[in-house]
C-alpha cells in the first residue's frame, strides 16, 4: 500500500463508503490519512465500577464483563432501549443503549468490554448512559490491567472525532484508518527539513500522523497539530518569500517622483485625500523610484477611496512617459472606471483606451479592437482600461510601466507576466483589493512590506443601518422596502449560500454536496426566491434575478436594467460582482444571513450607502443573538471586522478558505502571532543559505504542489 494508491486498495470499504469519501475530496490514501480529526474525547482513564457511582453527570471510563444483556420495546414513544449488566471484581452497573437493538448480536454475556460514556441518575438509579463500547479479548480482561494495554479503538484512550458527515462515522473512520497508518508507516517521506524540525521542537511526519489520529495522550495531539500547522504556515512564507526573493533579483524602470504634477492634481479634486489616501500613494509612489519592480497590494473597504489613489500613481507614470494598463474583473467595471478616470483626468490630455470583450473606445469615441491595439502598440495610447481582453495574445504595449489590478485578493503576478509578454523589463504592479485582511493573515500570506492599507473612509460618509431581522419582524420589514422602492430606491436580495455536504431535500433526506452541486442548489434557491417575490411579495414591481450560472452577457443585461432602474429589486446569489456602483441602491437584505461569515456579510453591505441616500442592511435570520450578525450591527469597520471574523471562526467555517485556498490547520491558527513569526524566520533562514533549494528537493517538489492548491500566484 502507498500513498499515492486510491482508497480502493483499502480491505473494508465498499463502492457505497468509497462513494462517500469522494464526496469529500477523498481518493487517495494519502488524503485518507491527511483528514484530521477536529477534536479528541479523553477515553484514558479506568475507573472501577465501585467507583463509577460517585461521578454521576461525568464521561468515564471502566472495563468489565457484561453479565446479561436484553432489549426493551416501548412502544408508545416507538423505541428499543438495550439494557446490559456489566460487572468487574467491584459491583456492578446498568448500562443502556437507545435504539441499538442489534448491540444485542455483537455484545453476548460473558465478553469483556471497555466501556466510555456519561455517568447518569434517573429516579436515583444510576446507570452508563450510551457508552462507546469495545470488546476486548480475555486475556486483556483483568482489573486493573496486568500490565500490557490492550490497543483499542474507540475507548480506553483518547479517541479522535471526526467532522461530522453523513453517512461517515467517527468510529468506521477509526476502524478504517488505523489499519492503513500500521500499513504505510514507514512510506509517509518527510517534508520538514531536520534543523527546522530540531530548530522547532517538531515531531517527525510519522510520529505526527500517528498521534494526531490516535495519540497517547491528548497533550501527544497538540504536539502532533503544532507540526502540521507548523508546516502549513511554514510552505506559506517559504512560497511568498521565494516569490518576493525572485521579484528582488529583478530590475525594471524607474519613474521618477513628479511633485509638482502630483500637488496640483490632487489639489483640482473635489475633496481632500485622507490620511491614509496620501500615505498609501506616497508608498506606491516611492516603491516605483526603485529598480525592483513594485508588487504592492493596496488594500481598504469598499468606498474608502482607492480608485484616486491608483489614479494617483497612473498619472506620474505616464508623465514620465510610460504607459499604463488597469484591468477590472468584469465589463461593467471596467466601463465604469473608464468613465471615472476619463473625468478625473479630463484636462489633462491623456489619451485613454477601454478594451473589453465586446467594445473598446479611445475617450468617447468607439473604435474598433484591431486599431486601438495598433495605437497601444505604437505608444499611442497612456492608459488601457480593460476587462481580460488586456492580457489577450495581441495587446502589446510599447512600453508599459505600470499594471494595476482591481478587486482582487492576491498579487496578480500571472496577469503581470501576460502583460509584458514582448517587452523586456516587468511593468510595476499595484492590486487593489477590498476584502479587510486581518493583520495576521496580511503578515502571513503578504509579509507586511508590500501591503497598502486604507482604513479610515472618507469623510461625511453616511452610516449604514443594519438591522437583524428575525421570522416575525418580516412582514414589517417587506412593508419598509415597499415604501422606499415607492420613493424611488433599489432592493439588492442575497439568497443563502449553501455548503458542499448539508442540504436537506423535502422529505427531510439529507444529501452529500460538493462545490459544483452547492452552487446548483443555490441557482435554485434563487430561482425560487425570485418566485416568491415577484409573485407574492412584490407583484406590483419589477424583480430581476442573477446567479452564477447564467451567460455573461445575460448578466450585464440584468446589471444594466438595474443600474437604469429598470429593476427595483434584483435578487441574487452571493457570488455576484463586487465594486459596482449603484449610487440609487439602498437596501441590502440579506437572506439567512447567520450562514455567511462576517467578512463577506460586510462585503454586501458595501454594496448599498454609495449614494446621497440613508442606506439599509438586513440581515435575515431565526437566528437573532448569533454574534457575527451582532457585530455587523456594531460595527462598520471592515478591518475590525475581519479581526473579529477570525476570532468567531469556529474551524467549520471555511469562507477564509474559500477565498484564499488555505488550509483548515492554518485558518485556525491565524491568530498565533508568534507561531506565524516563528515560521517565517524559518523559511527566511532556509532560503538565505540556499535560495533555489537545492539541497531540499522535497521541499521543492512540495513547494510546487502547494502553489496549486493555494491561489497566491
Ligand atoms: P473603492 O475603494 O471601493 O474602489 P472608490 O475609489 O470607488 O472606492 O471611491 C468611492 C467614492 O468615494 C468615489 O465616488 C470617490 O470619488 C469618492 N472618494 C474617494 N476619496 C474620497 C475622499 N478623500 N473624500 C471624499 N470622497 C472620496
Ligand atoms: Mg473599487
Known sequence: MNLSNSIE??????????KRLKKLGIETIEQLIFHFPHRYEDFSNFISIAETAKEIGKTICLQGKIASIKNVRIFRRRMTITEAQVEDSTGKIKVTWFNQPYLINTLKPGDFVFLAG??????????LSSPAYEKIPDFFAKFP?????????????????YPETEGLSSRWLRFIIKPVLAKIKNKIPETLPETIKKENYLLKIEEAIWQIHFPDSLKKAETAKKRFVFEELFFLSLNILSEKNKLAGEKTITVPINLDLIKNFVKSLPFELTADQKKSAWQILKDMEKTKPMNRLLNGDVGSGKTIVAAIAVLNAIKADFQTAFMAPTEILAKQHFKTINSLFKKLKIKIGLITGKENFIGTKKIKRKELIEKIKRGGIDLLVGTHALIQEKVEFKKLGLAVIDEQHRFGIEQRAKLCRKQKFLPHLLSMSATPIPRTLALTVYGDLDLSLIKEMPKGRKKIITKIIPPEKRQEAYKFIRQKVKTGRQVFVICPRIEPSSVKNAEGQVFLLNEKTASWAEVKAVKEEYEKLSKDIFPDLKIGMLHGKMKSEEKEKILKNFKSKKINILVSTSVIEVGIDFPNAAIMLIEGADKFGLAQLHQFRGRVGRGKHQ???????????NPRLRAMTISQDGFELAEKDLKLRGPGDLVGQRQWGLPDLVMSSLENVELIEKTRAAAKKILQTDPELKSFPFLKEKLRNFRKTVHLE
Open 615 to 625: 442606506s439599509y442592511c438586513f440581515l435575515f435570520s431565526e437566528f437573532s443573538s
Open 9 to 18: 486498495k483499502i480491505p473494508r470499504i465498499g463502492p457505497q463508503y468509497q
Open 118 to 127: 456519561k455517568m447518569t441518575s434517573k429516579n436515583s438509579r444510576k446507570y
Open 145 to 161: 490491567a496486568n500490565g500490557k494495554k490492550y490497543d483499542s479503538l474507540h475507548t480506553g484512550r483518547v479517541i479522535p472525532v
